[in-house]
């Protein structure tokens, strides 16, 4: 399987080679349709900025669908999240309330409960994304389509792995951040399937804790934009 060393080495060479799609506003990206690889490091280009990566994280669990609740207040939320936002910074994408919510099904206790029930279940899915999205992506003056698509959570040789499916991935920004995202629930997932698997055992001597495994990642289109050409090396 590729990973993430494979990926880099991939967008090096397409810059080389000016392998680029420009698009309508005419800025050229170097794309990767089709993306699979294992997620074994933080960021593909870049250091990870872990001030942010917090502060989104406790955003996502406070599931706000405001933007300016990002940082505290005096500090602007990010260009991209602007660009997203309503002009009340209202947002679709806060992942924490679309898998933690009672609202879209309390997605997150689903898949825990179900892979509690079956050790070998393939269906421990949260899906982020949702159809109505068509109409909602644009909602008075969003421009917010959903990037994460689902995630699904496997027990596999005494590890919970996860396959994290995306529509869309900026490599530069986008990736170091959902993967801090995608970790974090994963460590917690795992974390809580323990606990509960233990606590409801007949013999927990006999019951087995659950390793944190790999996550996979899948994207239907990976790219770096323009602005970032720079940073790919």
Known sequence: ??????????????????????????????????????????????????????????????KSTNINDIYDIGKQPPQAWKYSANVHGEINSNY??????????????????????????????????????????????????????????????????????????DVVYGYKNDYAWQRHVLENFTEDYNKLYLENAWDSDYRKEMDVGDIIWQVQNLHVYERHFDLVK
Not at 5 to 27: A, C, H, M, P
Not at 36 to 52: C, D, H, K, T
């Open 1 to 62: 399987m590729n990973n993430v060393s494979d990926i880099r080495k991939y967008f090096i060479n397409e810059l080389k080679d000016q392998n680029f799609v420009t698009d309508k506003t005419g800025q050229k990206t170097i794309e990767m349709i089709g993306a699979s690889f294992l997620a074994n490091q933080p960021s593909i280009f870049g250091e990870p900025n872990q001030e942010y990566i917090d502060a989104e994280i406790k955003w996502y669990q406070s």
């Open 96 to 169: 924490g309330l679309l898998i933690y919510d009672d609202k879209f099904h309390a997605q997150y206790h689903n898949a825990l409960d179900e892979l509690l029930v079956n050790t070998d279940s393939r269906r421990a899915t949260m899906i982020y994304t949702r159809p109505s999205i068509w109409v909602e992506y644009n909602e008075n003056g969003k421009n917010d389509f959903i990037c994460t698509n689902a995630v699904t959570y496997y027990i596999r040789g005494g590890k919970i792995h996860c396959v994290v499916q995306m529509r869309s991935n």
